[in-house]
């Protein structure tokens, strides 16, 4: 665990150096100010329902910021030639893995935080339960995690950034349709791809301030099992 700490705190003063996060960031932020400018602050809507909407862009945000924050930490390291220092100093594949998510988790973290000024303007005219801005804000995180987790996978897969992009866009876009495929097959099978699913059903629940134990049981399972797939490409490479 030390070694996946030290990993995390060179991300983060990478990240901390580098124009990348804080315009990663700062873009992510000024979409999801017009989204909910356009979507809360226009018009006569009830105040759960503000929320509902702006936690529904927040989400869409968060996913696209996951991936794009995912992409140089493997690939990135490939490309500069620096990734065969990490497999050859005393550290264990899973440490570098679990070092780079947690940094860059933390950015998230950080960005999801910020952007906490936002929900908490409609008390200004309206009312709304601390409980489910606490909810959907867990529901991003986790949403956020899986995300991640998943573009370190194709990161770990791929040569290039480029390549990561792609692919992780690609794997990205079929995680999030699987509820539209579901739609149109057949009843056990729609079911088990509609839970699939990285947003839609899984996430809705969250977006309404309803915390599902379920939903919370899935994003972490998502998370793992993209980590371990990085894990396990890492070692397949180090062997090769």
């Given at each position: 665990?030390?070694?996946?700490?030290l990993?995390?705190?060179?991300?983060?003063?990478?990240?901390g150096?580098?124009?990348l996060?804080?315009?990663?960031?700062?873009?992510?932020l000024?979409?999801?100010?017009?989204?909910f400018?356009?979507?809360?602050?226009s018009g006569?809507?009830?105040?759960?329902d503000v929320?509902r909407?702006?936690?529904?862009g927040?989400?869409?945000?968060?996913?696209?910021?996951?991936?794009?924050m995912s992409i140089p930490?493997?690939a990135g390291?490939?490309e500069r030639?620096?990734?065969?220092?990490?497999?050859?100093?005393?550290i264990?594949?899973?440490?570098?893995?679990?070092?780079?998510?947690?940094?860059?988790?933390a950015m998230?973290?950080?960005?999801t935080l910020?952007s906490?000024y936002?929900p908490?303007?409609?008390?200004?005219?309206?009312?709304?339960?601390?409980g489910?801005?606490?909810?959907?804000?867990?529901?991003?995180?986790?949403?956020?995690?899986?995300?991640?987790?998943l573009?370190?996978?194709?990161?770990?897969?791929?040569?290039?950034?480029?390549?990561a992009?792609?692919?992780?866009?690609?794997?990205?876009?079929v995680?999030?349709?699987?509820?539209l495929v579901?739609?149109?097959t057949?009843?056990?099978?729609?079911?088990v791809?509609?839970?699939?699913?990285?947003?839609?059903?899984?996430q809705?629940?969250?977006?309404t301030?309803?915390?599902?134990?379920?939903n919370?049981?899935?994003y972490v399972?998502v998370?793992?099992?993209?980590?371990?797939?990085?894990?396990?490409t890492?070692?397949a490479?180090?062997?090769r």
């Amino acid at each position: 665990m030390r070694n996946a700490l030290l990993v995390a705190g060179r991300e983060i003063g990478s990240y901390g150096r580098s124009l990348l996060g804080w315009a990663i960031g700062a873009a992510a932020l000024l979409v999801e100010g017009v989204w909910f400018s356009a979507n809360g602050l226009s018009g006569s809507r009830m105040s759960a329902d503000v929320l509902r909407e702006f936690f529904n862009g927040a989400s869409g945000v968060t996913m696209i910021v996951a991936v794009l924050m995912s992409i140089p930490l493997l690939a990135g390291e490939r490309e500069r030639g620096t990734l065969v220092l990490l497999n050859t100093a005393p550290i264990r594949d899973i440490e570098i893995i679990v070092g780079k998510y947690l940094a860059a988790f933390a950015m998230i973290a950080l960005i999801t935080l910020v952007s906490v000024y936002m929900p908490l303007l409609i008390f200004v005219n309206g009312k709304v339960s601390l409980g489910h801005v606490a909810v959907g804000y867990t529901g991003i995180l986790l949403l956020g995690s899986a995300a991640l987790a998943l573009g370190m996978f194709t990161s770990a897969v791929s040569r290039s950034q480029v390549m990561a992009a792609i692919l992780g866009g690609l794997l990205l876009a079929v995680m999030v349709t699987l509820w539209l495929v579901a739609k149109v097959t057949e009843p056990p099978v729609n079911g088990v791809l509609a839970g699939m699913a990285l947003h839609h059903q899984r996430q809705f629940p969250f977006m309404t301030g309803v915390l599902k134990l379920e939903n919370v049981v899935y994003y972490v399972a998502v998370t793992y099992f993209f980590l371990l797939a990085a894990t396990k490409t890492l070692e397949a490479r180090r062997w090769r």
